[in-house]
């Protein structure tokens, strides 16, 4: 099943890890590199458009993505029962690659679902850092791989939480590489801080897709270097090709 086709595979769970939030297990062997996506639907006619997810995790027999109910069709994905079919196509984009040391993965809210699958394999030395703006979610799984992990929410709930932005409990310095997805203004005060130690910064863009191809311009994102199609140049980007 792996390589870039549309595959038609059983739903496997779904389950909400919050409020409408939850995690698609869908049967089968596919592949993908941290940092890709899949479109994915599982409906009628209406609404017409597939939907992009980051991988959140992968293994010999399924594939995982995180949504978050925001419209028609993430409320369908919502009511989706095991057994029940859906659509991939992917893998899509470009993805992160391992840099040598120790490595930060920085999330904020959503943006955690690239980097499970990103944390678990580019395995250690790696820190997980993840802020959420009520209480978080997820957090065991990422604690499970045994990489040391911090979390900062807005409103300071849960255990072990900071309150405040994911970006004022990290700091750069003694990192090879930071690997980030977020808002574009939690992305865009990390750029600073890695700039400003000389740590590169890989962030995963998140934008509205139609096709996932490269084909509609739908997901084009201006850049101080010229407009990138988010689906096909991305949703990976160096840093500096973003901001700078
Ligand atoms: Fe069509 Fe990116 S979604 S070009």
Redesign the pocket.
């Known amino acids: 099943m792996a390589g870039l086709n549309v595959h038609e595979a059983p739903v496997a769970g779904n389950e909400a890890v919050a409020p409408g939030v939850g995690v698609l297990v869908v049967r089968g062997a596919f592949a993908a590199t941290p940092g890709q996506f899949y479109m994915v639907r599982a409906w009628g006619p209406y609404p017409l458009l597939a939907r992009p997810f980051s991988v959140f995790d992968l293994d010999e027999e399924s594939i995982s993505f995180v949504y978050a109910v925001r419209g028609e069709g993430t409320r369908l994905l919502q009511t989706l029962s095991p057994g029940e079919g859906v659509n991939l196509f992917g893998p899509l984009g470009v993805g992160w690659q391992r840099a040598p040391g120790r490595i930060a993965l920085v999330g904020g809210g959503m943006g955690l679902a690239p980097l499970y699958y990103a944390a678990k394999a580019f395995g250690s030395p790696a820190d997980t850092y993840l802020g959420f703006s009520g209480r978080p979610f997820l957090v065991e799984k990422f604690a499970a791989l045994g990489h040391k992990l911090f979390l900062a929410s807005e409103t300071g709930e849960g255990e072990g939480v900071e309150r405040g932005l994911v970006t004022e409990i990290f700091d750069p310095r003694g990192y090879s590489a930071c690997y980030a997805c977020g808002p574009r203004a939690m992305l865009g005060a990390l750029y600073k801080s890695c700039h400003a130690q000389g740590v590169p910064l890989w962030v995963s863009l998140e934008e509205r897709?139609?096709?996932?191809?490269?084909?509609?311009?739908?997901?084009t994102v201006l850049t101080p270097h010229g407009p990138k199609?988010?689906?096909?140049d991305g949703p990976v980007f160096q840093a500096e090709e973003a901001f700078s």
């Open positions: 897709m139609a096709c996932g191809i490269g084909a509609c311009l739908g997901c199609r988010v689906c096909h």
